[in-house]
């Protein structure tokens, strides 16, 4: 089986913005508490992502590409809002963060994950990574999607 562990910060400052960004569009099929299926268009590459429960920071994440033509398609289908965000990938001491600039209605809120091969693996933080929400699911992408950030 595949499985993530990732762990969400908030981010503050701006030190971040100098890496190259990324355009990201996904949506829903399902945000059932049981699995999500998510549809994702990342620059030039689409992807077909379902992901079971979470249990802490860990859960099963199968993930496929498929053709952006079809991941077009399919977002029309998708619940809405879109979420909508900027991934800039940032190397810090040996693991990659994603930082998650997200737009339209969650536009203010920007979000660190590192993926890491078990939860209670070391790591030290980027200067610009503030508090963990790893365990608050409002900072879920699929939360995001039905309750936006800026309805809060």
Not at 94 to 119: S, Y
């Amino acid at each position: 089986m595949a499985i993530e562990i990732e762990r969400k910060f908030l981010v503050h400052g701006d030190a971040w913005r100098d890496a190259p960004a990324v355009y990201y569009s996904q949506g829903y099929l399902s945000r059932a508490k049981e699995r999500t299926v998510r549809v994702r268009i990342a620059g030039e590459a689409a992807f077909l992502t379902i992901k079971g429960i979470s249990t802490g920071a860990t859960r099963a994440e199968f993930e496929y590409p498929i053709p952006v033509w079809d991941a077009r398609e399919l977002l029309a289908m998708c619940e809405q809002p879109l979420i909508e965000k900027y991934r800039r990938k940032i190397p810090y001491e040996g693991f990659i963060w994603e930082v998650d600039e997200f737009l339209g209605e969650n536009t203010g809120l920007v979000i660190a994950e590192i993926e890491l091969t078990a939860e209670d693996a070391v790591f030290n933080k980027p200067v610009w990574v503030g508090v963990e929400v790893t365990s608050d699911t409002r900072y879920y992408n699929s939360s995001l999607a039905a309750h936006p950030f800026s309805r809060w």
